[in-house]
């Protein structure tokens, strides 16, 4: 049996026809650049967030440069962020001409310890961007306590964690902006590179609408240089099919998650993914703790069982922020989880059988 990390052809079988339908009144228009599929799109988001605006844009990335831009947040600020990521978090600080300051992570939800964020707050530190991995919200009571207490503003980067909650809480709801990513591999996946600004605040929307049209308003007259992001009107079309599907795709995720948590746990050296009782999880990745680790990947490889690294080099350690001068033992529990995480395959349409071949490949493993 093979079982794949991802598998799009089964995702898109059945809503292939639909697609194609909605992608036929795009081509009906020609309407290419903020066709009505953008502004219907944005405002099924704001409805199924619960969050007043919803600004569409080209990318994951891209959203959480504009967040990043629209706060004013530029040379020599300072933003606290998690170094167990994926590269946009910081590389989106980091492009506004900011400093990423690391913080280390949870070792049991792999998000930002609120603990240890205080210690790294300076004169300079405007912002807070917690990333809610793999599908789980941070601990955002602590993390909006510590923002308010010190003046500072929250970006809620949730590239993998659309509908998750906390406290009953929608996340992308609790910090000033909130965005998305509609990569593909995302739980709400477009036909290319998508994206998505949240926020309930009047103004910032304006911005943000601003700063994705070339900071432009009114057309040809620039008060500020934004970017040409925008979100395309075909992937707006596909994703308003996709959306009637997401509720019941994390539901999906979830219970596949249940069925290997109660046959995972209780193996000895291997640790199934911690959701803290106040998170609500989409399970954008099912991730677990080995230290054998390459070893298992080895096996289940062999298996023809899909499995992946999330992250191998936390981001304190890229050349490309060697001029920071992060070094190995700055953030110990990143650095051991690197070499120690795997996730495996929790898409919703895993069957049965190759959920319990899974598990039976990993328990061989052990055994
Ligand atoms: C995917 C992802 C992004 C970037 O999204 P793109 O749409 O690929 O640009 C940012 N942050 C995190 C945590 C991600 O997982």
New binding site residues.
């Given amino acids: 049996m093979k079982v794949p990390m991802l598998d799009l052809h089964a995702q898109y079988e059945a809503l292939m026809p639909e697609i194609r339908r909605q992608l036929d009144k795009v081509f009906a228009d020609h309407h290419y650049i903020m066709g009505a599929q953008v502004k219907e799109f944005e405002t099924k988001m704001q409805d199924y967030l619960g969050i007043k605006h919803a600004i569409g844009c080209a990318?994951?990335?891209?959203?959480?440069v504009l967040a990043v831009k629209a706060l004013g947040i530029g040379e020599g600020d300072e933003v606290i962020t998690t170094p167990f990521?994926?590269f946009?978090?910081a590389s989106?600080i980091w492009r506004n001409h900011a400093r990423p300051v690391f913080v280390d992570i949870d070792p049991k939800t792999f998000n930002l310890n609120p603990s240890k964020i205080e210690a790294a707050i300076t004169p300079k530190t405007k912002a807070i961007m917690p990333?809610h991995?793999f599908g789980q919200c941070s601990d955002m009571t602590a993390i909006m306590e510590i923002a308010k207490k010190h003046n500072l503003k929250v970006i809620e980067?949730n590239?993998?964690g659309i509908g998750s909650t906390w406290n009953g809480q929608m996340s992308c709801s609790f910090g000033d902006i909130g965005?998305l990513?509609?990569?593909p591999?995302?739980n709400l996946g477009a036909m290319g590179?998508?994206?998505m600004c949240l926020t309930n605040d009047d103004e910032l929307a304006k911005t943000l609408r601003q700063l994705r049209v070339h900071g432009e308003g009114p057309k040809y007259y620039h008060k500020c240089v934004g970017l040409n992001s925008r979100l395309d009107t075909m992937q707006a079309a596909v994703l308003l099919v996709k959306l009637e599907q997401l509720a019941s795709w994390s539901k999906a995720r979830r219970a596949n998650a249940a069925f290997y948590d109660s046959h995972l746990s209780g193996i000895a050296g291997l640790i199934t993914p911690y959701i803290d009782p106040k998170a609500q999880t989409i399970y954008?990745q099912y991730t677990l703790i080995s230290s054998q680790r390459d070893e298992l990947m080895q096996h289940l490889q062999k298996r023809e069982i899909g499995c992946a690294v999330y992250y191998p080099l936390p981001l304190h350690l890229q050349q490309c922020f060697s001029e920071m001068g992060g070094k190995g033992g700055d953030m110990p529990v990143s650095e051991e989880l690197a070499n120690k995480v795997v996730s495996i395959p929790i898409y919703p349409e895993l069957t049965q059988a190759m959920k319990q071949y899974v598990v039976d490949s990993i328990k061989e493993f052990y055994s």
Avoid: E, I
């Fill in positions: 990318s994951g990335t891209d959203a959480l990521t994926f946009a978090t989106s990333v991995l980067d590239a993998q965005t990513s509609f990569f591999s995302k590179d998508a994206g954008n």
